[in-house]
C-alpha cells in the first residue's frame, strides 16, 4: 500500500522506514523523537507561547471541560460516521488536550489521532502527555498506520 505522506520540501511521497524515520524519494529525512513526534518544520521557529500558556491550556479543556459540548457532538459526529482505521487530525494541536478528549469520547481502537503544531513547547507537551496512553508498541503502529492515511502538504 502507497504512502499517503507528503514530503514537507519537496512534495513527494514519503514513506515509514525501519519505523524510525519519514523518507522520501529525494531522501529527505525526518527522524522520529523517542518521545513519539516527528518534526517537520525546516527551521526553529519562535512563538510567544510557553508551557506555562499550555498548562492553562490544558486545565482548561480536560479539567474544567469548558469545550465539553464541542468535544462530545465532534465524537458522536465521528462514531456515527467514520470507516475502520479512521484518522482524526487536529492541525494547531498545541498540548493535544482536544484531539486526547475527543478521542477518549470516541474510545475505540480503530481511531487514529494525529496532532500537528509549530510550537515547540506544546508537542514536547503533546508527546508527554500521550506517552502515557500510549506504549513503544502502540506508538510504533500509529506510525504504520500513518503511512495510510494523512497527507501533508
Same mark, same amino acid.
Given at each position: 500500500?502507497?504512502?499517503?505522506? #507528503?514530503?514537507?520540501?519537496?512534495?513527494?511521497?514519503?514513506?515509514? #522506514?525501519?519505523?524510525?524515520?519519514?523518507?522520501?524519494?529525494?531522501?529527505?529525512?525526518?527522524?522520529?523523537?523517542?518521545?513519539?513526534?516527528?518534526?517537520? $518544520?525546516?527551521?526553529?521557529?519562535?512563538?510567544?507561547?510557553?508551557?506555562?500558556?499550555?498548562?492553562?491550556?490544558?486545565?482548561? *479543556?480536560?479539567?474544567?471541560?469548558?469545550?465539553?459540548?464541542?468535544?462530545?457532538?465532534?465524537?458522536? *459526529?465521528?462514531?456515527?460516521?467514520?470507516?475502520?482505521?479512521?484518522?482524526?487530525?487536529?492541525?494547531?494541536?498545541?498540548?493535544?488536550?482536544?484531539?486526547?478528549?475527543?478521542?477518549?469520547?470516541?474510545?475505540?481502537?480503530?481511531?487514529?489521532?494525529?496532532? $500537528?503544531?509549530?510550537?515547540?513547547?506544546?508537542?514536547?507537551?503533546?508527546?508527554?502527555?500521550?506517552?502515557?496512553?500510549?506504549?513503544?508498541?502502540?506508538?510504533?503502529?500509529?506510525?504504520?498506520?500513518?503511512?495510510?492515511?494523512?497527507?501533508?502538504?
Amino acid at each position: 500500500m502507497s504512502s499517503k505522506l #507528503r514530503c514537507p520540501l519537496c512534495h513527494e511521497f514519503v514513506e515509514v #522506514r525501519a519505523l524510525s524515520s519519514l523518507v522520501c524519494i529525494n531522501n529527505h529525512t525526518f527522524d522520529f523523537a523517542k518521545q513519539g513526534y516527528v518534526n517537520l $518544520l525546516q527551521k526553529p521557529v519562535n512563538t510567544q507561547y510557553d508551557d506555562a500558556l499550555f498548562d492553562a491550556r490544558h486545565r482548561i *479543556i480536560s479539567k474544567v471541560e469548558l469545550y465539553a459540548p464541542i468535544h462530545n457532538r465532534i465524537s458522536d *459526529i465521528i462514531t456515527n460516521q467514520s470507516a475502520e482505521n479512521s484518522l482524526l487530525f487536529d492541525a494547531g494541536s498545541g498540548e493535544g488536550s482536544h484531539l486526547k478528549m475527543i478521542q477518549h469520547k470516541v474510545n475505540t481502537e480503530t481511531l487514529t489521532g494525529v496532532g $500537528l503544531d509549530i510550537s515547540k513547547a506544546g508537542v514536547m507537551m503533546a508527546a508527554k502527555t500521550m506517552r502515557g496512553r500510549y506504549g513503544l508498541s502502540e506508538i510504533l503502529q500509529i506510525r504504520r498506520l500513518l503511512t495510510n492515511h494523512a497527507s501533508l502538504y
